[in-house]
């Protein structure tokens, strides 16, 4: 007498496996959906140690702020209040996320240890180096912060090749990125390199030297303080520039980090930055009028 499972064929025995492993395999994914619903209490305040997660609970976003570094922050002393490009920025992130700010004071150097530290969620006016994005995330850039030449009045120049001379006298401070870019760029110059930045507009006060290599943020400043020092240009062929960014915390949650970039994206587009911008600016002096419209931003 045969049995009834003698009578199955090959194909309807591997069907009802795949069956079998089928509810097996639903079993398991029950019982881990049960066991995570169980653990959701624990998994809540592991998404709090996100950053994102964290501002939103605590309603406070904590951003480093560095006292005296125009056009990015500015502090009243008689007030306390901070102004700024940078504080723009961090304004319109916190009404954005419905949360209020929290400044800590810092340096550009330290704020990337905070960041580290857990004491910041946010740091502004940053320059990514590979060296820093070893221990720290960036956004997109803000802005290309570009490099050109604070030229004595009756001193025309457009391009590098334009001062690239053995006639033309460049000061700038030694051991900084102002000298590095002038001897790259212009090599056949000579080049003072001297102690200080304070040094430098004195030699370029004097009429010691032709022009003073630096960033705009600098050369526009410097001149906005003393007009008489001539006139800044941003130099063409090549254009030189180095990325101002915002960093935050290596976290494998990406989330707060691509937040800041679409914002930043955004507010580029529309021309929201540069107004920030050119506000900030004006703290120190410089008027709209004297902000190179080939300024990136």
């Not at 080049?191 to 526009?220: F, H, Q, T, Y």
Request: charged content about 25%; glycine content about 6%; proline content about 5%.
């Amino acid at each position: 007498m045969t049995k009834p499972d003698e009578h199955k064929s090959d194909e309807s025995r591997i069907s009802e496996d795949r069956r079998e492993a089928l509810r097996y395999a639903l079993a398991i994914g029950s019982g881990a959906a049960l066991a995570s619903s169980l653990a959701t209490p624990a998994s809540a305040q592991g998404a709090a140690d996100t950053t994102l997660d964290r501002i939103r609970a605590a309603k406070v976003l904590r951003i480093a702020v560095l006292p005296g570094e125009l056009p990015y922050f500015n502090k009243d002393l008689a007030t306390g209040t901070w102004s700024g490009f940078s504080i723009e920025m961090a304004n319109d992130i916190a009404k954005l996320l419905d949360v209020k700010l929290e400044y800590v004071e810092s340096t550009y150097g330290n704020s990337i240890l905070d960041l580290q530290s857990n004491k910041i969620d946010l740091g502004f006016a940053l320059n990514p180096t590979p060296q820093r994005a070893l221990v720290v995330d960036f956004t997109n850039f803000v802005f290309p912060h570009p490099f050109g030449a604070m030229l004595k009045n009756g001193l025309e120049a457009k391009t590098w090749a334009d001062i690239n001379k053995p006639e033309v006298k460049i000061a700038v401070d030694v051991g900084s990125a102002n000298e590095a870019v002038a001897r790259r760029f212009a090599p056949n110059a000579t080049i003072k390199s001297l102690k200080s930045r304070d040094e430098v507009m004195l030699e370029m006060a004097s009429g010691r030297v032709d022009c003073v290599v630096n960033a705009l943020v600098l050369g526009l400043t410097a001149i906005a303080k003393n007009p008489s020092l001539g006139t800044y240009k941003i130099l063409q062929s090549p254009t030189v520039t180095v990325a101002s960014s915002c960093a935050v915390r290596h976290e494998v949650d990406k989330r707060w980090r691509d937040f800041l970039s679409v914002w930043i994206d955004y507010n580029r587009g529309i021309g929201q930055m540069r107004e920030w911008f050119v506000k900030g600016l004006a703290l120190s002096g410089v008027k709209p009028e004297n902000v190179p419209v080939e300024l990136n931003i």
